[in-house]
């Protein structure tokens, strides 16, 4: 059997990367590099809508139009680079740690790998991609190393070499959404006091169709959950109360071209909800955990942008929070700066983190 061949889930060149993240709704890329100063420096970021139905829950459904999709991008991007890191939803991989003893060469852990993920993967290693890294030493066991495990069936895997490759790219490295974000959002986590070391930070990110929560200590996950909320419910409070179609309102909503009541009609109410809803994707952690609060909420994806809504989020929750603009802090190219979508870069938390692989190890 094959390990995944693509690179690595963790181990990456420093060559040009494109991270190119794959939603209900949308493509988006994005191109990092860095200056003499060794600061990142956004190089090109870019937005390609999908209609509905083309990507159901990171499946894709239409492969040939998403191919399409995918070509207009790197074309709208400006970017010659052809390799390309993307992601797969977490649902549709399997990760576990395990602990194997030191010393073992990397073809000796590899077939030892092999071994212990028959134990956890329910159905046959034959259909299976699998790829491992090696954490460091065992918290609890003298002598054993401990190893992050990560398989997918290989009809996943080939779905997103096969875009990519449709699209004339070179798929080199295949992710975790949630790692991703979490990686992308290391940044903003820094700027908190003592570089948010030891605090739990929830890191929620708003989609079109529904949203997730992450629970963050010291970069490890350690909840997850999704919630039936998202930017959608705002566009279909827009159709209903203006008495327009779905795709005008959505077009409205994004255009700022809404009447002069929106505001207080559809979009306060609206993120009052949102509020309600984020509290308690919270009281959700607090039941099934030990623990009662957290120390920050970090709020991204494309819904994040609504002005005031980390407020709304404050006053529903009492707890610290924050809009993250993965972008923030980053120098910008020329065609970065000339991008409008840079006004839209909380929805690009997934892309930033899978180009920010150009420079892990």
Not at 68 to 95: E, F, Q
Not at 134 to 159: F, T
Request: aromatic share 6%.
């Amino acid at each position: 059997m094959d390990l995944i061949s693509l690179g690595s889930l963790f181990s990456r060149e420093p060559a040009p990367l494109l991270g190119i993240d794959i939603s209900s709704t949308t493509l988006k890329l994005v191109e990092l590099g860095r200056n003499r100063a060794g600061e990142l420096v956004l190089e090109h970021c870019a937005m390609e809508p999908l209609e509905r139905g083309w990507v159901t829950e990171g499946n894709v459904e239409k492969f040939d139009e998403v191919a399409d999709a995918m070509r207009r991008l790197v074309k709208k991007s400006g970017s010659r680079t052809k390799n390309v890191a993307m992601a797969l939803p977490g649902s549709a991989v399997i990760t576990k740690k395990i602990n194997l003893p030191a010393g073992m060469t990397d073809d000796e852990l590899e077939v030892q790998v092999e071994s212990e993920a028959a134990q956890y993967i329910p159905f046959p290693l034959a259909e299976v991609s699998l790829d491992f890294c090696v954490i460091g030493p065992s918290p609890n066991l003298p002598d054993y190393v401990e190893v992050l495990l990560a398989a997918s069936r290989k009809e996943k895997v080939s779905d997103r070499q096969g875009l990519a490759e449709a699209a004339g790219l070179n798929p080199v490295v295949l992710d975790v959404e949630s790692f991703a974000s979490r990686l992308a959002a290391s940044r903003v986590i820094d700027t908190l006091p003592n570089r948010g070391h030891n605090m739990l930070i929830a890191l929620f990110e708003v989609g079109s169709q529904s949203s997730s929560l992450q629970v963050i200590r010291n970069e490890e996950m350690i909840y997850e959950r999704d919630q039936n909320f998202g930017g959608a419910q705002l566009t279909n409070q827009i159709a209903r109360h203006y008495g327009m179609p779905f795709d005008e309102a959505e077009a409205k909503k994004r255009h700022g071209a809404l009447p002069s009541d929106y505001r207080e009609a559809v979009l306060s109410p609206f993120m009052e909800d949102m509020g309600q809803d984020i509290g308690r994707a919270l009281q959700f952690f607090f039941t099934s955990t030990p623990h009662n609060k957290v120390d920050h909420v970090l709020i991204s994806g494309g819904s994040a942008a609504l002005p005031g809504l980390d407020v709304a989020v404050m006053n529903q929750t009492s707890f610290p929070c924050k809009i993250v603009n993965p972008f923030d802090g980053m120098a910008l190219s020329a065609a970065a700066q000339a991008n409008k979508a840079m006004a839209e870069g909380t929805a690009y938390l997934v892309a930033t983190g899978l180009a920010m692989r150009r420079f892990t190890s």
